[in-house]
């Protein structure tokens, strides 16, 4: 019934959105969505919190198969909301947001009051990267619609990467303000386990067993060691290629099987923006970061891409 209600609703909205100025109808849309993530936000039993591009849907398959593995689920599917958790009920509900239609919704815009109380794992990764990934996203898998939504450029807009990354609308800038509104928030949340990508790929087993634990099980090395083969960059884009997780939808499906920079999982390559800019203009984008993103997540400097930060070693109470 709820999915009968939920595209009935979506329907609608498209339906009135065709008689409204574009600005309003923009406003309904993400109104509804964010409803959508409030829903999912009050039954929640966990809250993965992301940037874009910054290793979400990596997580996601890890996740997915640690259970499939621990409880014997169904293999090409991954984890949704609480898809697995009607399958069994010891699984946990589990709220993937980008904290963006979900703040709006609320009103706590300028703060993570939403996430207080809540068991938030905060996925973070290089902004550098995660603009140039961002680009890829724009340029060969984002719908139109939603690019105006969140004040992307025009599908088919004349922009160079470099351009892209610099714009405060959607490149470094932008993941800046919302990794220091995190990190001066962070102290507030009651129970946060903060994850680095970079240590993710440089410590797979490891991270993995202390998301784990934070998750309210004990890690099994067996299990790590099969999720993070199940999981390798190489096997993701040959399962992509052979679209196993069909039954997912999308969310691992190339655009354009033709086209490399079409799918989902691309190059995984930790500080890999250097490769698409000169060094002048590495130079630039780094000190941006450098001036303006907080220490806390150890991006400072040149030797950041491998540093441990000292908050990725804490979890606050559980």
């Avoid at 406003?27 to 966990?46: C, M, N």
């Avoid at 996601?60 to 640690?66: G, I, K, N």
């Amino acid at each position: 019934m709820y999915i009968i209600v939920k595209r009935l609703k979506r329907s609608l909205v498209r339906g009135v959105s065709l008689f409204l100025p574009r600005n309003q109808a923009i406003a309904l849309d993400r109104w509804r969505r964010g409803q959508e993530e409030y829903r999912k936000y009050r039954l929640s039993d966990y809250v993965v919190a992301s940037y874009g591009k910054s290793g979400r849907t990596w997580m996601r398959v890890m996740l997915s198969r640690y259970y499939q593995l621990t409880y014997d689920l169904p293999e090409r599917i991954l984890m949704g909301f609480d898809n697995f958790h009607k399958i069994n009920s010891a699984v946990p509900r589990i709220f993937f947001t980008h904290d963006n239609y979900l703040r709006t919704y609320t009103g706590n815009v300028d703060s993570k009051k939403d996430f207080y109380d809540k068991k938030v794992i905060l996925l973070v990764r290089r902004p550098q990267d995660v603009a140039v990934s961002q680009f890829f996203q724009w340029k060969y898998r984002m719908r139109p619609h939603k690019m105006a939504m969140n004040r992307y450029p025009p599908a088919g807009s004349d922009i160079s990467m470099y351009d892209f990354v610099m714009n405060p609308d959607c490149g470094v800038p932008r993941i800046i303000d919302f990794l220091n509104l995190w990190a001066s928030e962070m102290p507030k949340i009651r129970n946060l386990l903060l994850v680095r990508y970079e240590d993710m790929r440089a410590r797979p087993e490891q991270e993995l067993a202390r998301v784990v634990k934070f998750l309210g099980m004990e890690p099994d090395a067996a299990k790590l060691k099969d999720t993070v083969e199940f999981s390798s960059v190489e096997n993701l884009r040959k399962l992509e290629k052979e679209n196993y997780f069909w039954r997912s939808g999308s969310r691992i499906k190339a655009k354009d099987p033709h086209n490399p920079n079409s799918y989902k999982v691309r190059r995984a390559k930790v500080g890999g923006y250097r490769d698409y800019f000169d060094d002048e203009q590495v130079a630039r984008i780094d000190a941006l970061v450098d001036e303006r993103l907080s220490d806390v997540f150890g991006y400072s400097g040149e030797a950041s891409s491998s540093a441990v930060p000292p908050a990725a070693e804490q979890v606050s109470g559980i």
